[in-house]
């Protein structure tokens, strides 16, 4: 069974730096796609980067130049460094990966505050 663990959430002030992590069990395969979504209190889930099996990344505009996404796939690990952070960044972060069948983890909290 897949099951993906996300750590690395916590407070932090704005203008500091965080990073999560997603490491993802069960799988004897890397996935195709990786990547992080959020969701703030109140609000829907929301996409914030993706990053392939080869490594080719992208970004929503609201973490662009902020937010990197990079991964480790002989761990199966992808990871997401957050840097220059605002109180709006303050949400749940779900790690997604996906190739065929999709799954989430249970999320990690970032507060961010001002």
């Known amino acids: 069974q897949v099951q993906l663990v996300e750590s690395g959430g916590g407070l932090v002030q704005a203008g500091g730096s965080l990073r999560l992590s997603c490491a993802a069990s069960?799988?004897?395969?890397?996935?195709?796609?990786m990547g992080w979504y959020r969701q703030a209190p109140g609000k829907q889930r929301d996409w914030v980067a993706t990053?392939?099996?080869?490594?080719?990344?992208n970004y929503a505009d609201s973490v662009k130049g902020r937010f990197t996404i990079s991964r480790d796939n002989a761990k199966n690990t992808v990871y997401l460094q957050m840097n220059s952070l605002k109180p709006e960044d303050t949400a749940v972060y779900y790690c997604?990966?996906?190739?065929?069948?999709?799954?989430w983890g249970k999320g990690t909290l970032v507060t961010v505050s001002s």
């Open positions: 069960g799988s004897s395969f890397s996935f195709n796609n």
């Open positions: 997604r990966a996906w190739g065929g069948m999709a799954y």
């Open positions: 990053i392939t099996n080869g490594g080719s990344t």
